[in-house]
């Protein structure tokens, strides 16, 4: 076989045609492992001969999984989807879109034949309340919907506006990006092409001075964990293959890199490679300055006091106010459910949809579940988690509709595939015990490999496998 290399026309990183990746893959161990990991998750189709109205809310990835699943286990299905938009993104392709990756057309997916099924009526709208205890929604435009079983799929929104001084029509502007800035509704994805504009202002800018440089992390829980660390070495890697730098700031609410001690490590090593990264933990974005360029954050901390009259020390927790300079800033901003569910009584005292972190059955309503981001489990906010809820809630969702106890239990999979460099990923996956890895390999090291799977094979598994209710 001749020899190829794989190189995009700057001959910068590692680049393959979607041909030749799905050719590599197809013969890869690894993607063949992949996929047999999952090879008896699909459901047989017509399986169940059950009763009732399934509700499903919501038109992102969960939704649809959902859907697929429980529309191909049920005969004769009698199934309601609740969703505004025609139109959903393959999210995992924005920080792709964000690095020069991908295009921003090739994240539209058009939901009309996943939707479009015998059994199930589309009500193009969104929920404005929910009134479990009488096993109804209210819509938008004020339909009342009546179910006799639900599923929450209803997502995540992003607060731009929790962060004062910050517009979303700022974003774009004054050396500030958002890799997360989309329109749900819409279908739109501003996000990624205004992040891929900010890496090329800021390789522009450091060919005549060093830029500071700042990336945030919120003190909520946030769709893909690690894509504010992604953000960070792709940018900082698009300016090292330049013979570039700039004064990069991690600047995050969370305590460590990662919550694995292995992925903390590695990460830690990740950045020995880049030119001066400095890690600020345990500080949110309170405010930013637009035009003066200059943010400011809470940084809680715990500080050690001397008691005289007691002659005694204890550790006593305090916040101060640390304002930076900048010349670029990624904010990625807080994050919740959406109002409708905020407002409601499905959610518990953590403000997210509160199931149970194994059977994702409501604990309250027992004929109510969850699946993807809203849920309130201790981590899952990422399309791998849902692929791994969709069998796990059709099984304990049928169980009910049969009268039985739901038995099938969602180990808490997750997976991060952090971009490390260009071409190189750490792809961390576990679960509720720990590391989880779907191969035998040292999860901790990044991998060309990765990248190949994550950038080519995954966008055609999502749209022809995840989403099909058959993966």
């Not at 993807?372 to 791994?388: E, F, L, N, Q």
């Amino acid at each position: 076989m001749e020899k190829k290399d794989f190189l995009n026309k700057e001959g910068l990183q590692p680049k393959l045609s979607r041909r030749d990746a799905i050719k590599l893959m197809g013969i890869s161990p690894i993607a063949a492992s992949v996929l047999a990991s999952t090879a008896g998750s699909s459901i047989a189709e017509a399986s169940e001969d059950v009763k009732g109205k399934v509700l499903i809310v919501g038109g992102g990835a969960g939704a649809i999984m959902a859907l697929a699943r429980i529309q191909r286990a049920i005969k004769n299905p009698d199934i309601t989807i609740i969703a505004p938009n025609e139109v959903h993104l393959y999210q995992p392709g924005q920080v792709f879109v964000a690095a020069g990756e991908m295009q921003v057309e090739d994240l539209y997916i058009d939901n009309k034949s996943y939707i479009e099924k015998e059994g199930v009526t589309w009500i193009k709208d969104e929920v404005k309340s929910f009134d479990p205890d009488n096993n109804s929604v209210t819509t938008r435009a004020g339909q009342e919907v009546k179910y006799d079983y639900m599923v929450v799929a209803a997502g995540i929104e992003y607060h731009y506006e929790a962060i004062e001084g910050l517009k979303v029509e700022d974003i774009g502007t004054n050396g500030i990006s958002s890799v997360y800035l989309n329109d749900l509704e819409k279908g739109t994805a501003e996000g990624g092409p205004i992040t891929w504009k900010w890496f090329n202002e800021l390789k522009e800018m450091a060919k005549t001075k060093k830029p500071k440089v700042i990336y945030t992390q919120p003190n909520t829980p946030i769709k893909c964990g690690g894509a504010p660390q992604k953000m960070l070495y792709l940018s900082a890697d698009y300016l090292r293959q330049a013979g570039l730098s700039a004064d990069y700031n991690f600047v995050a609410s969370i305590g460590k890199l990662f919550s694995l001690p292995a992925i903390d490590t590695a990460l830690h090593k990740v950045q020995d490679g880049y030119d001066t990264i400095t890690n600020k933990f345990q500080h949110h974005l309170k405010s930013i300055d637009v035009k003066g360029k200059k943010a400011t954050f809470l940084h809680a901390y715990e500080e050690e006091v001397y008691d005289e009259d007691f002659d005694t020390t204890e550790m006593v927790s305090k916040i101060e106010t640390v304002v930076m300079e900048y010349d670029f800033i990624h904010i990625v901003p807080p994050m919740s459910p959406p109002d409708a569910v905020k407002n409601s009584p499905l959610v518990g005292k953590s403000g997210w949809l509160e199931v149970d972190k194994h059977s994702l059955q409501h604990k309250k309503y027992k004929n109510v579940f969850g699946i993807g981001d809203v849920c309130g489990i201790p981590m899952g906010k990422t399309g791998g988690s849902a692929r791994h809820h969709g069998p796990i809630l059709t099984e304990n969702l049928l169980s009910v509709m049969q009268g039985k106890e739901p038995k099938a239990s969602f180990d808490g999979y997750t997976v991060c595939p952090i971009k490390t460099e260009y071409g190189k990923i750490i792809m961390a996956e576990f679960n509720y015990d720990g590391p989880a890895p779907t191969l035998p390999l040292a999860f901790d090291k990044p991998r060309w490999i990765w990248w190949a799977f994550d950038l080519y094979m995954l966008e055609p598994m999502y749209k022809y496998l995840m989403l099909t209710g058959r993966f």
